[in-house]
């Protein structure tokens, strides 16, 4: 029975195998397609290696030492790596020979604490033998596939923007300005309009209008080369004639921007973006030209915006930390010296606006003193400093061409201190002015203020400034002049005004003292040469004032973000405090208006005097072009009469040429008589008087 079943079997199995296909692969069959092209999306699902160690680091270069030192190096090296966050564990290997290897692994509770400790430490110098190489425990994977084979990228087509200073050949120099208007919620989303115009004349030229332009506001660069607006997923930068755009920069729910002050880099800070992990950076730095990606953060410490603060020339810029100031330096973007300034009690600090100083105060703690003290960049060198006692703030104030550093000062008047505590009361306030010009950096004291100080500007050209001091409706405005060698001396006092804000011109002499946000704040205009008041304004109200880059015109705007009123727009006015054009330019849902900043002239100081002493030359030229534009003749009737001289101009030169041609035709008609210099010769000319009698009256008597 057992041998009659093992033959049905084996008949069963013969009929099934010839009624099924063969998939055995034939003899010598070699297989040459890879497993990542018949199952590829299998294999990326592949647990790798790197799972899960994203918040650790790999340090390595640092010192090989015994068992006996390894406590101390661990401490050094935890010392480094906890400022950018909690270490949940740390791994230093061992070697058979009792010896550390020379690296270890650094494990984070974040990976952005660990992807902030690569950035910031790598290539860091620990000590004159050792220099730290630190990466990302991920990133070994990355440089293990690195292709043997260089493969030359395809270039790039180059996109002309075309000339991005075409503005400042506009040949009758007028100036653009910005106006952002609110626009209206669509689907759930706010979008403003944006709106570009040239300031001519007699009416403005639309030159830009997009409906829903930015999300929130519009902003132009530092030197004029730019206009950036907002949207969800980041910023983005026009320029050009038509203002195409240049660059965006990726950075969803970015709120603020700011530009280095040579335009070479940008900055956007999201706040929200810390609250999500799929977008850790909180403030990047960009490059501009080439759209990269230079630097970010992921934490900061808190301080008032802009959080990054730069140098004139691009090449460093500052943060604040917890008793502590980190410089950077470009392009590396790495910490200057690989450490911080450790400054305890720091409380604000400001770049000088020509030279490479920091400028900072530390408040008073127990028996030490407040201070400010002059910085230098990249040296660290204390240049100047200046204790001050009893303070309760600084406000520190450059002027525009970093002659001067004036440090506002508030103090207690009354400072009693008992076994655990100091109580104070009163206040008065002082300004210290550093001349920083002169040999040893010398400082002055302006006299004391009793009252409430509202404001305080220095005149961008010049060596005067203004301060607004005094109660609420009773103010008082004193203006004073510094020169070298001398302590700072009052010009002039205006008292019993009521101002909350000074406006100087950009290129000084010229101010505008405003009460802005006040029904019927009035807006004086003075010049500040002999502190003649030229004109009184006394609008509606005012929200914000903004003078133009020549120092020729001013707007006073109301704004429909700060008063709630229904007129909104804005009035153009002369330096003079003349109202311009035919008064308030009304806009709905006016928003902002924001002037388009001219760069540096590049003019010496030489050259500028002599255009200035003659300046009369121009002045018939320059007064034609103003009757000629400001007539009110229509722009098509002004292009028509223009066509007109033109052609006549031209008719007349090729008349007169023809006319030359001519004159050998002219001497063989008349026997070779030049009648054409007849009326040179005078003396070949006889005078005859000829009466006509025009009309004729009868009178009788």
Same mark, same amino acid.
Request: aromatic share 12%.
């Given at each position: 029975?057992?041998?009659?079943?093992?033959?049905?079997?084996?008949?069963?199995?013969?009929?099934?195998?010839?009624?099924?296909?063969?998939?055995?692969?034939?003899?010598?069959?070699?297989?040459?397609?890879?497993?990542?092209?018949?199952?590829?999306?299998?294999?990326?699902?592949?647990?790798?290696?790197?799972?899960?160690?994203?918040?650790?680091?790999?340090?390595?270069?640092?010192?090989?030492?015994?068992?006996?030192?390894?406590?101390?190096?661990?401490?050094?090296?935890?010392?480094?790596?906890?400022?950018?966050?909690?270490?949940?564990?740390?791994?230093?290997?061992?070697?058979?020979?009792?010896?550390?290897?020379?690296?270890?692994?650094?494990?984070?509770?974040?990976?952005?604490?660990?992807?902030?400790?690569?950035?910031?430490?790598?290539?860091?110098?620990?000590?004159?033998?050792?220099?730290?190489?630190?990466?990302?425990?991920?990133?070994?994977?990355?440089?293990?596939?690195?292709?043997?084979?260089?493969?030359?990228?395809?270039?790039?087509?180059?996109?002309?923007?075309?000339? $991005?200073?075409? +503005? #400042? =050949?506009?040949? !009758?120099?007028?100036?653009?300005? @910005?106006?952002?208007?609110?626009?209206?919620? /669509?689907?759930?989303?706010?979008?403003?309009?944006?709106?570009?115009?040239?300031?001519?004349?007699?009416?403005?030229?639309?030159?830009?209008?997009?409906?829903?332009?930015?999300?929130?506001?519009?902003?132009?660069?530092? $030197?004029?080369? +730019? #206009? =950036?607006?907002? !949207?969800?997923?980041?910023?983005? @930068?026009?320029?050009?004639?038509?203002?195409? /755009?240049?660059?965006?920069?990726?950075?969803?729910?970015?709120?603020?921007?700011?530009?280095?002050?040579?335009?070479?880099?940008?900055?956007?800070?999201?706040?929200?973006?810390?609250?999500?992990?799929?977008?850790?950076?909180?403030?990047?730095?960009?490059?501009?030209?080439?759209?990269?990606?230079?630097?970010?953060?992921?934490?900061?410490?808190?301080?008032?915006?802009?959080?990054?603060?730069?140098?004139?020339?691009?090449?460093?810029?500052?943060?604040?930390?917890?008793?502590?100031?980190?410089?950077?330096?470009?392009?590396?973007?790495?910490?200057?010296?690989?450490?911080?300034?450790?400054?305890?009690?720091?409380?604000?600090?400001?770049?000088?606006?020509?030279?490479?100083?920091?400028?900072?105060?530390?408040?008073?703690?127990?028996?030490?003193?407040?201070?400010?003290?002059?910085?230098?960049?990249?040296?660290?060198?204390?240049?100047?400093?200046?204790?001050?006692?009893?303070?309760?703030?600084?406000?520190?104030?450059?002027?525009?061409?970093?002659?001067?550093?004036?440090?506002?000062?508030?103090?207690?008047?009354?400072?009693?201190?008992?076994?655990?505590?100091?109580?104070?009361?009163?206040?008065?306030?002082?300004?210290?002015?550093?001349?920083?010009?002169?040999?040893?950096?010398?400082?002055?004291?302006?006299?004391?203020?009793?009252?409430?100080?509202?404001?305080?500007?220095?005149?961008?050209?010049?060596?005067?400034?203004?301060?607004?001091?005094?109660?609420?409706?009773?103010?008082?405005?004193?203006?004073?002049?510094?020169?070298?060698?001398?302590?700072?001396?009052?010009?002039?006092?205006?008292?019993?005004?009521?101002?909350?804000?000074?406006?100087?011109?950009?290129?000084?002499?010229?101010?505008?003292?405003?009460?802005?946000?006040?029904?019927?704040?009035?807006?004086?205009?003075?010049?500040?040469?002999?502190?003649?008041?030229?004109?009184?304004?006394?609008?509606?109200?005012?929200?914000?004032?903004?003078?133009?880059?020549?120092?020729?015109?001013?707007?006073?705007?109301?704004?429909?973000?700060?008063?709630?009123?229904?007129?909104?727009?804005?009035?153009?006015?002369?330096?003079?405090?003349?109202?311009?054009?035919?008064?308030?330019?009304?806009?709905?849902?006016?928003?902002?208006?924001?002037?388009?900043?001219?760069?540096?002239?590049?003019?010496?100081?030489?050259?500028?005097?002599?255009?200035?002493?003659?300046?009369?030359?121009?002045?018939?030229?320059?007064?034609?072009?103003?009757?000629?534009?400001?007539?009110?003749?229509?722009?098509?009737?002004?292009?028509?009469?223009?066509?007109?001289?033109?052609?006549?101009?031209?008719?007349?030169?090729?008349?007169?040429?023809?006319?030359?041609?001519?004159?050998?035709?002219?001497?063989?008609?008349?026997?070779?008589?030049?009648?054409?210099?007849?009326?040179?010769?005078?003396?070949?000319?006889?005078?005859?008087?000829?009466?006509?009698?025009?009309?004729?009256?009868?009178?009788?008597?």
């Amino acid at each position: 029975m057992a041998k009659k079943k093992d033959s049905i079997d084996h008949g069963d199995r013969n009929s099934t195998s010839e009624n099924e296909p063969d998939f055995a692969d034939p003899v010598g069959y070699v297989d040459d397609i890879p497993d990542e092209e018949l199952c590829g999306d299998i294999l990326r699902t592949k647990p790798k290696e790197t799972d899960g160690v994203e918040n650790v680091i790999v340090v390595d270069g640092i010192p090989q030492v015994g068992e006996d030192r390894l406590e101390k190096l661990r401490g050094v090296i935890r010392k480094i790596f906890s400022k950018f966050g909690h270490i949940a564990q740390d791994e230093f290997p061992m070697g058979e020979d009792g010896m550390s290897k020379g690296y270890c692994f650094i494990e984070y509770s974040s990976p952005n604490n660990a992807i902030e400790a690569v950035k910031t430490t790598d290539n860091y110098k620990f000590d004159k033998s050792h220099t730290l190489s630190v990466n990302l425990f991920t990133d070994f994977d990355k440089y293990e596939n690195i292709p043997t084979e260089w493969h030359t990228p395809e270039p790039q087509p180059y996109r002309d923007p075309g000339s $991005l200073w075409y +503005y #400042l =050949a506009e040949p !009758h120099a007028y100036d653009q300005y @910005l106006i952002v208007k609110l626009g209206m919620q /669509k689907g759930g989303v706010q979008g403003n309009d944006v709106q570009v115009c040239l300031n001519s004349v007699p009416e403005p030229t639309e030159l830009l209008n997009r409906v829903g332009g930015t999300d929130t506001i519009a902003k132009w660069s530092p $030197l004029g080369t +730019y #206009l =950036a607006t907002f !949207h969800s997923r980041g910023v983005a @930068l026009w320029g050009g004639e038509k203002f195409e /755009k240049i660059n965006r920069f990726a950075h969803p729910n970015a709120e603020f921007i700011d530009f280095s002050p040579c335009e070479r880099y940008l900055i956007t800070f999201a706040p929200k973006a810390e609250r999500h992990y799929d977008n850790p950076d909180v403030l990047v730095i960009w490059e501009i030209r080439t759209g990269a990606k230079k630097r970010s953060f992921s934490e900061l410490y808190k301080s008032p915006w802009p959080i990054l603060k730069w140098s004139h020339d691009d090449k460093f810029f500052a943060k604040m930390g917890p008793d502590m100031l980190s410089v950077y330096e470009t392009p590396s973007f790495r910490l200057l010296d690989n450490k911080s300034i450790k400054i305890p009690d720091l409380r604000d600090f400001s770049w000088s606006p020509s030279d490479n100083i920091i400028a900072y105060w530390i408040s008073e703690d127990n028996e030490r003193p407040a201070r400010v003290v002059l910085l230098e960049i990249p040296s660290r060198n204390e240049v100047r400093a200046k204790n001050l006692f009893n303070v309760a703030d600084c406000r520190m104030h450059w002027q525009k061409a970093g002659d001067y550093l004036c440090v506002k000062v508030d103090r207690y008047t009354k400072v009693k201190k008992e076994k655990h505590e100091t109580k104070y009361g009163g206040m008065y306030y002082n300004f210290e002015i550093f001349h920083m010009k002169e040999k040893n950096i010398p400082v002055d004291s302006v006299c004391e203020f009793k009252e409430p100080i509202g404001a305080f500007a220095w005149e961008p050209v010049g060596n005067k400034f203004a301060i607004i001091h005094g109660e609420q409706n009773n103010t008082a405005v004193s203006f004073y002049g510094v020169r070298k060698g001398d302590a700072p001396v009052l010009l002039k006092k205006m008292e019993k005004k009521r101002f909350n804000m000074l406006f100087w011109g950009p290129y000084g002499q010229y101010i505008v003292l405003a009460l802005l946000k006040t029904p019927e704040g009035p807006l004086e205009f003075i010049d500040t040469n002999d502190f003649t008041v030229m004109n009184t304004l006394v609008p509606e109200i005012t929200t914000d004032i903004e003078w133009d880059p020549t120092g020729r015109y001013v707007v006073a705007a109301v704004s429909a973000w700060t008063a709630k009123v229904a007129d909104t727009g804005y009035t153009l006015i002369s330096f003079q405090g003349k109202v311009l054009s035919k008064g308030k330019v009304k806009v709905e849902r006016f928003g902002n208006l924001f002037w388009r900043p001219r760069p540096p002239c590049l003019l010496t100081h030489a050259q500028i005097k002599e255009i200035k002493k003659n300046l009369k030359k121009y002045t018939t030229k320059f007064d034609e072009e103003d009757r000629f534009l400001q007539s009110s003749v229509s722009a098509e009737l002004l292009e028509k009469r223009k066509k007109i001289i033109e052609a006549w101009k031209e008719y007349r030169t090729r008349k007169e040429e023809q006319y030359g041609n001519e004159r050998q035709k002219r001497l063989f008609l008349r026997n070779h008589t030049d009648t054409d210099e007849l009326d040179a010769d005078r003396s070949s000319m006889h005078e005859e008087i000829i009466d006509v009698l025009i009309k004729e009256d009868i009178v009788e008597e």
